[in-house]
């Protein structure tokens, strides 16, 4: 497929205009290197300069040496020991030179390398900081994992590349000004052929590099696929049902599929590029044996002598070599500013820089308002939520009910602040939410989601991610495993609340869909200054007896506090002094079971469907 055919896709970043645009970002990898190892850059530089100056001299002196060799043939014998010393001597200044620049390119390895692991370890640590500072809505928006997939794929490595570049453009540079230095005594056309004859090459090169950068944008959707893909057919959390189903052959197909596509793509590209790039190269070929002739005409005209015949051909074959280089690096640079635009369009996502810094409400007795409370998922084009309106005191205890789909999830995640309201406002202890801390506000709250993490870590600290402060707090672990109902699950275990959990690393024991519940809802205790207490649908997996007893645990546990709880078991739903049912993000009735009842309306409805099938 031809990438200038294909249009750009929603959420490509916007490149800068022009080929020059485009190293905007070269200052920026310049001073990320210099930050991460100052001392490393400075050693990168020296040498750099030191392998770009050195083989102008070591040309320079092997023209010494033809000429010493020369004389001495044509010398008598009283002068040719002399000339013979002369000559060793300076053979053994080149060897010198020869191993100093080895020297310097082995360092300039060395610096790479360590250069590499700091600098792969410095970007990648700066994606996962912007990672925390993101918004919930980021992490549920398609073209911000598009964003965040091309970040991760190349971009780490981006930035030493182009320093690599870089430098190398330098050695090079300096090399070609020695070399032309010495060279323009022959000629200064010389020269300019010199230069001239490597820009055809250079020019098909950006513009195949700006190609395949584009085929990088276009393909980050199927890039995640595949991903996606690899994940489901190699997670043990997916195994049950693709095997059971006879996924697996459906699904790696696809993968191929997508790979055959990616590869034709590539291929396609890889042939063009490489054609012009082997005719346009022919150009450097025929001019750098034109030059040899030049040369060699000029030698058996005697307007130049063999020493300085052989330094010219030297000069001129190594010169085409730092052209080609410092061109290709050019074109390298490019391409990695092009791919280094997309890490910084990802650290650069805006967030909201509004923070608030109240730590307490001025009416602890209001506990929690809605008013007319309305929200929109980003992209969306209907409302989630419409005009709630909702009051919930301390120490009373709230039920949301309506089918999948109806909100009830969506008011919690606002109430906690992962999205903000698209209108109105909520209040805790009479203070907007926008107004509170976020760290502080989240201290008053736990909440355990139906689709709570299941960590590949400790049981304890499985518990213990419920407050980041007392993550690794053993006793914490007991007291919050003791009001969670998990306490007879780790007296099962041989390491108790030190049993890895989980089948990814050694030792790792796997736990029943209730038996994780329970973990979780622990870690919902851990927070001992939380004042609201929410449960969403978090015992989907247990029995109806189990999560009756649950639910009457959590009752008992949540005096004096807020409880809110979510869930399709209306024998449960009953315990809550309030009841609300939303319907299409809509509060449709609220009121106690028993009033709720008698108005014989949605829920009296949705109660009777569900004790029919118990019946």
Not at 131 to 148: C, G, I, R, V, W
Not at 423 to 437: A, C, F, P, T, V
Not at 591 to 612: C, P, T
Request: overall charge positive; proline content about 3%; some cysteine.
């Amino acid at each position: 497929m031809n990438p200038r055919k294909r249009q750009p896709v929603r959420g490509e970043p916007r490149l800068k205009r022009g080929f020059l645009g485009v190293f905007a970002y070269s200052h920026r990898a310049l001073q990320l290197v210099w930050t991460t190892s100052r001392t490393l850059t400075i050693a990168f530089a020296i040498l750099t300069l030191v392998a770009g100056t050195l083989p102008a001299a070591v040309a320079y002196v092997g023209s010494l040496i033809v000429d010493a060799v020369v004389a001495a043939i044509q010398a008598d014998p009283v002068d040719r020991a002399a000339l013979t010393q002369h000559a060793l001597f300076l053979v053994a200044c080149e060897g010198l030179l020869v191993a100093a620049i080895a020297g310097a390119q082995r360092g300039i390895g060395l610096c790479q390398s360590l250069l590499r692991a700091q600098l792969g370890q410095r970007v990648n640590v700066m994606i996962l900081e912007k990672a925390l500072t993101l918004e919930l809505e980021h992490f549920e928006n398609s073209d911000f994992y598009d964003k965040l997939t091309r970040a991760r794929r190349e971009a780490s490595s981006r930035p030493l590349s182009l320093v690599m570049r870089t430098f190398g453009l330098v050695q090079n540079a300096i090399s070609l000004i020695s070399f032309a230095t010495l060279l323009i005594n022959f000629s200064p056309w010389a020269v300019a052929v010199l230069i001239l004859a490597g820009l055809p090459a250079f020019l098909a090169e950006a513009k195949f590099s700006g190609d395949k950068f584009r085929l990088f944008l276009w393909r980050s959707p199927e890039t995640r696929m595949q991903l996606y893909l690899e994940t489901v057919l190699a997670r043990e959390d997916h195994a049950k049902e693709v095997k059971l189903f006879g996924l697996g052959p459906l699904f790696l197909e696809r993968y191929r599929a997508i790979f055959r596509k990616l590869y034709g793509e590539d291929r396609d590209l890889t042939i063009r590029r490489d054609t012009w790039g082997f005719f346009l190269g022919l150009i450097a070929t025929a001019t750098l044996y034109a030059a040899y002739a030049w040369i060699a005409l000029s030698a058996i005209a005697a307007r130049i002598t063999l020493g300085q015949m052989t330094m010219y051909l030297m000069l001129f074959r190594q010169g085409q070599s730092a052209v080609s280089a410092i061109l290709s690096a050019v074109g390298g640079m490019y391409e990695d500013n092009l791919y280094l635009s997309t890490l910084y369009e990802y650290l650069e996502t805006p967030v909201d820089s509004t923070r608030g810094t109240i730590v307490r409400g001025p009416q602890p007795q209001d506990g929690v308002r809605f008013e007319q409370v309305s929200f929109r998922y980003p992209g969306a084009e209907q409302l989630s939520l419409v005009d709630i309106d909702l009051h919930i005191k301390p120490g009373e205890s709230l039920a949301l009910v309506g089918e999948n789909g109806s909100g009830k999830t969506t008011l919690i995640k606002l109430l906690t602040r992962l999205y903000q309201p698209t209108s109105g406002r909520i209040l805790l202890d009479g203070k907007d939410l926008r107004e509170w801390d976020e760290a502080a506000l989240r201290q008053r709250i736990g909440v355990i989601f139906q689709d709570f993490t299941r960590y590949q870590l400790l049981l304890g600290e499985n518990i213990g991610a419920g407050d980041v402060q007392h993550f690794e707090d053993e006793p914490r672990w007991r007291e919050a495993g003791e009001k969670g109902m998990a306490q007879p699950i780790v007296d099962t275990l041989p390491d108790g609340y030190r049993t890895p959990l989980g089948k990814w690393f050694n030792d790792g024991r796997e736990l029943s869909g209730g038996q994780w519940q329970k973990i979780a809802l622990s870690r919902a205790f851990m927070r001992s200054r939380a004042d609201i207490l929410v449960l969403d649908e978090p015992t989907a997996a247990m029995d109806a007896a189990a999560e009756a007893t649950v639910f009457e645990h959590f009752r008992t546990l949540t005096r004096g506090k807020i409880a809110i709880l979510i869930s399709h078991r209306f024998s449960t739903v009953r315990m809550a002094d309030q009841i609300v049912v939303i319907q299409e993000g809509r509060i449709v009735e609220r009121g106690s079971h028993e009033e709720l009842m008698r108005v014989n309306g949605h829920y009296a409805h949705l109660f009777s469907l569900q004790a029919k099938g118990y019946r």
